[in-house]
C-alpha cells in the first residue's frame, strides 16, 4: 500500500482521467447541462486510488494543491476563448495530470519505499 508509483501506472490513471473528462463534458455538451463538473468525479476516483495504492499523505496534498491551482487557472484562462464544455474538459484532465506528476515526484524524491510491505 505504501509504495512509490511507477510511471507507467501514473500514466495509464492520467489517461483514464482524460478519457473520463473528455466522456464526461461530452455527454454534458450533448444534455446541454453546464453546470455539472465531471472535476470532482475525477477526483474521488483519484483518492480512491490514492487510498487503495499509495497512502503517502505529503505527496497527496501537494497534488492536491497543484491540481487545484492548475484547474481553476485554466479555466479561467480557457473559458473566454473556447466553448465552456472544451475549455472545462481540457482544464480538467491537464490538472489530473500534473496532479499525477506532481504526486509521483514528491514520492520518489522523499525517497518512498518502492515495495509494498506495510
Partial sequence: M???VPWS???LVAVACWV???LGYGVL???DEPRLPVAPLIGMGL?????ARHRFWQAAVAAGLAGAVVLFGLVDALRPGMDRYVADALA???AATVALVIF???GRGTGH???AAH
Fill in 113 to 115: 519505499r518502492r515495495d
Fill in 20 to 22: 473520463v473528462s473528455v
Fill in 29 to 31: 455538451a450533448v444534455l
Fill in 47 to 51: 483518492v480512491q486510488w490514492f487510498w
Fill in 9 to 11: 501506472e501514473a500514466a
Fill in 92 to 94: 480538467t484532465g491537464a
Fill in 2 to 4: 505504501n509504495r512509490a
Fill in 104 to 106: 509521483t515526484l514528491v
